[in-house]
């Protein structure tokens, strides 16, 4: 009996989550607002403070859409506003790190930065399109989980975190531009393998 009393209060928080007024869409903008003060945190070189704010707002835009399904709160709309504030927040705190860079004339780390925003915004591109052809898309290894973990690292290790002088800043935002790249590439040979296939045209 005790053993599911814990399953029973997790069954009551949710039944008492759902019946509240919190909707999906307050949790996306609440995940964006947060991403928008870790970029300003970023723009003034408080980079510990811009990972936690980062981590926590990804959070809130991972959790959005479980929430949408279980509490079937969910729009089409809120589907599009959680899928568009994704990429927003994304390329708000990479422009944030990319104009740190700037600043600190590292030119080539800032023009990796603006290809890991254009990267990341192909890897959402690819699955859109793919979906509106009705080809499902989820394939590749720059997945947003394994962004946000990536960017999360670089940013709370910026500065060492206090363990050393050295920065992962720089090598996580080119391993972001690295695996957009590829994520891109595989979503598009999939897509076409799947087309192909539709068509009864074999691959080249």
């Known amino acids: ?47 510990v403070l811009g990972g936690i704010a980062y981590i926590i707002g990804s959070v809130c835009d991972m959790l959005d859409g479980r929430y949408s399904r279980m509490s079937g709160k969910g729009s089409p709309f809120g589907a599009f506003l959680d899928s568009t504030l994704d990429r927003v927040e994304e390329g708000v705190v990479l ?38 052809l009705g080809v499902e898309c989820k394939v590749g290894i720059g997945s947003r989980a394994t962004r946000v973990v990536i960017l999360s690292v670089g940013l709370l290790f910026a500065n060492g975190l206090g363990l050393g002088d050295f920065s992962l800043l720089a090598p996580a935002v080119t391993l972001l531009a690295v695996i957009g790249i590829i994520t891109t590439l595989q979503r598009v040979f999939h897509v076409r393998g799947k087309l192909l296939s539709a068509v009864g045209q074999p691959e080249d």
Do not use: H, W
């Open 1 to 47: 009996m005790a053993s599911r009393v814990p399953g029973e209060r997790r069954e009551a928080m949710r039944d008492a989550l759902i019946e509240s007024r919190l909707t999906p869409n307050a949790i996306s903008l609440t995940g964006f607002a947060l991403c928008l003060v870790s970029a300003g945190l970023l723009l003034n070189d408080l980079f």
């Open 95 to 132: 422009a944030a790190v990319a104009y740190y860079f700037a600043e600190q004339g590292k030119g080539a780390e800032a023009a990796i930065c603006a290809i890991a925003i254009l990267a990341s915004v192909m890897v959402s591109y690819t699955r859109a399109r793919a979906e509106a």
